[in-house]
């Protein structure tokens, strides 16, 4: 199983949208409700701010919104805020082995 | 509030094992499956390994990638989850993190993480 795609880079001004990609195939995020994106800081544990596609846990900023269509999940930050700047990794259960595959990362540049 | 605290990371040599423990705080342990993920430095995040709880049988699975090498543990007495490490690789090197999962009727991953310890694995 392979690696879900994400692109490497992707930079926004502050208070303009910007939207992360994550490809995968029928076998992961294509056949799956269960697709989360994690926020991870330089030198911290990851942090999940989307479950299910389109859930945000309690305590995670509305600019914060998920969605998905086909084999492909997106998240989309609006509002871009300093502290936004990070690294943003999608994941999707599989159904099979392994259980959840990551995506390769996105380093977002405010 | 939730805490996860993981230890035993350290430096061992190829083909040695290591025991890794997360200690869990602020959230009723037994209830909740839990999950290692591990990310080598400057790499991404890979999964290694669930154990789900007492109702579902503490069963276990793994990645391929470490399959028959790592067994994922946990004492809900102690409110700890472990991951023995044998066989170890120098591609094994990476921080481990434990997560609680199985919220989301069981299918979610990492809603609360600890800070993660390091293994190196090295001559």
């Known amino acids: 199983q392979s690696a879900l795609t994400q692109p490497a880079s992707v930079s926004g001004s502050p208070g303009q949208s910007i939207t992360i990609s994550c490809t995968g195939t029928?076998?992961?995020?294509?056949?799956?409700?269960?697709v989360s994106w994690y926020q991870q800081h330089p030198g911290k544990a990851p942090r999940l701010i989307i479950y299910d596609v389109i859930n945000r846990p309690s305590g995670v900023s509305n600019r914060f919104s998920g969605s998905k269509s086909g084999n492909t999940a997106s998240l989309t930050i609006s509002g871009l805020q300093a502290e936004d700047e990070a690294d943003y990794y999608c994941?999707?259960?599989?159904?099979?082995?392994?259980?959840?595959?990551f995506g390769t990362g996105t380093k977002v540049t405010v | 509030e939730v805490q996860l605290v993981e230890s035993g990371g350290g430096l061992v040599q190829p083909g040695g094992s290591l025991r890794l423990s997360c200690a869990a705080s602020g959230f009723t342990f037994s209830e909740y499956y839990m999950d290692w993920v591990r990310q080598a430095s400057g790499k991404g995040l890979e999964w290694v390994g669930r154990i789900r709880n007492e109702v579902n049988s503490y069963s276990t699975e793994y990645a391929t990638s470490v399959e028959g090498r790592f067994t994922i543990s946990r004492d809900d007495s102690k409110k700890s989850l472990y991951l023995q490490m044998n066989s170890l690789k120098t591609e094994d090197t990476a921080v481990y993190y434990c997560?609680?999962?199985?919220?989301?009727?069981?299918f979610g991953l990492g809603d609360h993480w600890g800070q993660g310890t390091l293994v190196t694995v090295s001559s």
């Open positions: 997560s609680r999962g199985g919220f989301s009727y069981g």
């Open positions: 994941c999707s259960y599989t159904r099979k082995s392994p259980l959840y595959v």
């Open positions: 029928s076998s992961d995020i294509g056949g799956s409700n269960y």
